[in-house]
């Protein structure tokens, strides 16, 4: 976490999660979101030209959990995938959650498991920051 903010703390085009005082997050993956009045990409486009420019891989949400094929099975059936009745209460529908759904489109995740690297968690923030200072600098 600390080699991200380091890295894009200054990153126009690019919002870091946010920290509340007096914690200390301890994430497996680091959500980065793109700002989408800077950089008018989705996250799987802008993961793209990090790779084709900086030849960097960076993950990239592209719809929220919800919306994803098991849960969209339980919903039509009715019933978990272990068979049991899905409760009345319990919903997975397009649409349930526009802003999470829009925010998927422009979250960028740094995976930052005990067992990465730190370089690479170094070299995928500065692709980051490379493609969003390039992709910035052309709306300015």
Known sequence: MQIIEEELSDCEGIFLAHRYPDTVPNYWAYPI???????????????????????????????VNYLEVVFQKAQAERRTPFGHPLPEHVEYWLGM?????????????????HATEPEKIRMQARAIRNVATLLASTVS
């Open 97 to 113: 959650c526009p802003n999470a759904e829009e925010a998927a489109k422009r979250t960028l995740v740094i995976f930052t498991h």
């Open 33 to 63: 979101q793109i700002n989408s009045e800077v950089i008018n990409l989705t996250a799987k486009e802008f993961s793209r030209i990090c790779y084709e420019r900086e030849g960097v891989s960076v993950g990239y949400y592209h719809e």
